[in-house]
């Protein structure tokens, strides 16, 4: 079906609201971000940990060590909480520095996401969209992208390197891509499940290239992981490899990735990214088609393993998400020359469902930005903690007990992946240190969110009343939902007055 070229009012109008709608998008995610990035509370319940393993860091302790109450690493690789903690050192402890570094992370992936589909397309608008869509699916993925967690941060690295794979098809090009993979890698181990796919992708460009690519990232990988594991006495490979393996599989998760995940929120985006890819594969450069294909099985891949697994939040999604917004960047640039020609109807459906998409994405960015009334709960939750005579154990939050002037110890989700472990190292933990501290009444008071070894602790220690009385105030505003709800101090000790 034709249409009149008297039609270019509606052709100008639609790529304006396109370009409106992505722009937005990103603006929307820019003015949120920095509405919330110096909150001096977590915005996600394990941010607090994370600020834990910086202030290790910069005390100059090792990040990975045998478990104990004190303090137990989470399972990711390192190089996310020393790029934190070199930026705390700078700006002082605490989540702003780190936010930052995601924050920073999370443009730099706008661009190059900008940068690849327009130097792909050479359309600027095709570019726009791509980086604007991603963007556009901030709270699909669980509102993640500028806290203070590895995320951002390795979908940026891994970015750079399918950038450098794609457009620079010189030794030094693959060789940064291999650094970058790796990067990558030393930032989220998860990026095994991406890295493999894209390389055989990069076969396909150049096979010879291909090698020095490899033989980079399995150098950096294999050397750096002999390496930590060396200084960390065993213990950087039990964090890394041995914790991950314990996460039991979640099987609904094999269909209800696609379905409730990805094709309710997204119909759009995933049926052009997948006729992008089977076009291509039909009548495009195939060398090309095959890169980017093996590089949806990868970065979509590896959103999917991550939500088989036990503990695999929305944030996982987040390279899949990018990737489907790469794929409809690139599959749009044709229908734009189409729409300029005005001679047919399918571009203009075509751009309008592109509309339609971000439609079905929109999202209130208030509810992800606390409130006063969050302030003034974690303030007075800090000044109760810190009138209590003595060491405080909160497990859920142990960087609240370090704001109130104490020791901050091991975080409850780190601790849990100690106890999953099929070995008795779980074991030890509770019975031979955890269990005897509590017995003998080491702590002057100890919050729980929830029931935490509950025998032990109702054994030794009475239930007073919550620490936060303000309803529906001081939750974490992305994430699990959780806050600081039961207070226990020594069945002998007065009672301590919750907060206000």
């Not at 003015?31 to 996600?44: G, H, K, Q, T």
């Not at 495009?284 to 939040?313: C, E, I, K, N, P």
Request: glycine share 8%; net charge neutral; with cysteine.
């Amino acid at each position: 079906m034709r249409i009149p070229d008297k039609h270019k009012l509606a052709r100008i109008i639609l790529g304006v609201f396109l370009a409106v709608a992505s722009s937005g998008s990103i603006l929307t995610f820019v003015v949120l971000a920095l509405c919330r990035i110096s909150y001096p509370f977590e915005l996600e319940w394990m941010e607090g940990g994370t600020v834990d393993h910086v202030v290790r860091i910069l005390d100059g302790k090792l990040l990975y060590a045998k478990p104990s109450l004190d303090f137990v690493a989470y399972i990711y690789t390192p190089l996310y909480f020393y790029v934190s903690a070199a930026v705390s050192a700078l700006l002082g402890v605490g989540f702003l520095p780190m936010r930052i570094v995601s924050l920073s992370s999370a443009l730099g992936s706008f661009a190059v996401i900008f940068l690849l589909v327009g130097r792909e397309t050479r359309s600027w608008l095709a570019g726009l969209v791509a980086s604007g869509l991603f963007a556009a699916t901030y709270e699909l993925s669980g509102s993640w992208l500028d806290i203070a967690r590895v995320d951002s941060l390795y979908l940026f690295l891994m970015l750079i390197a399918a950038y450098l794979i794609r457009f620079n098809q010189s030794v030094k090009g693959y060789v940064l891509a291999g650094v970058f993979a790796s990067l990558a890698f030393l930032t989220k181990q998860a990026a095994l499940a991406v890295c493999l796919p894209m390389m055989l992708g990069a076969c396909a460009l150049n096979w010879r290239l291909s090698i020095i690519l490899a033989a980079t990232f399995a150098a950096i990988v294999g050397g750096s992981t002999l390496v930590l594991d060396h200084i960390h006495d065993g213990w950087y490979t039990y964090y890394v490899f041995y914790l991950p393996r314990q996460h039991e599989l979640i099987p609904e998760m094999l269909i209800q990735f696609w379905t409730k995940d990805l094709l309710v929120h997204l119909p759009i985006a995933c049926l052009l990214g997948a006729f992008f890819l089977v076009r291509s594969l039909v009548k495009g450069d195939r060398r090309v088609a095959v890169f980017y294909l093996f590089l949806t099985v990868g970065m979509v891949g590896s959103a999917w393993l991550g939500r088989l697994h036990h503990g695999g939040h929305l944030n996982v999604l987040i390279p899949g998400l990018a990737m489907i917004s790469v794929l409809v960047g690139l599959v749009m640039a044709p229908f734009f020359s189409g729409l300029n020609r005005g001679k047919r109807l399918i571009p203009y459906l075509v751009v309008a469902a592109c509309l339609v998409q971000f439609v079905l994405l929109k999202y209130d960015p208030a509810r992800f930005i606390p409130d006063e009334k969050d302030l003034a709960a974690g303030n007075g939750f800090i000044q109760m903690v810190s009138q209590i005579e003595g060491e405080v154990l909160i497990p859920y939050h142990g960087y609240l007990s370090a704001l109130a002037g104490k020791k901050s110890y091991a975080h409850k989700m780190a601790l849990g992946d100690v106890v999953r472990g099929d070995d008795s190292l779980g074991v030890a933990l509770f019975y031979e240190e955890i269990e005897p501290r509590i017995r003998k009444n080491e702590f002057a008071a100890i919050i729980l969110d929830a029931s935490w070894y509950e025998e032990t602790v109702k054994s030794h220690y009475s239930y007073i009343g919550s620490p936060i009385s303000t309803p529906n105030a001081f939750y974490p505003v992305t994430g699990y939902r959780t806050r600081p709800e039961y207070l226990f101090v020594p069945s002998e000790s007065p009672a301590v007055a919750p907060s206000d």
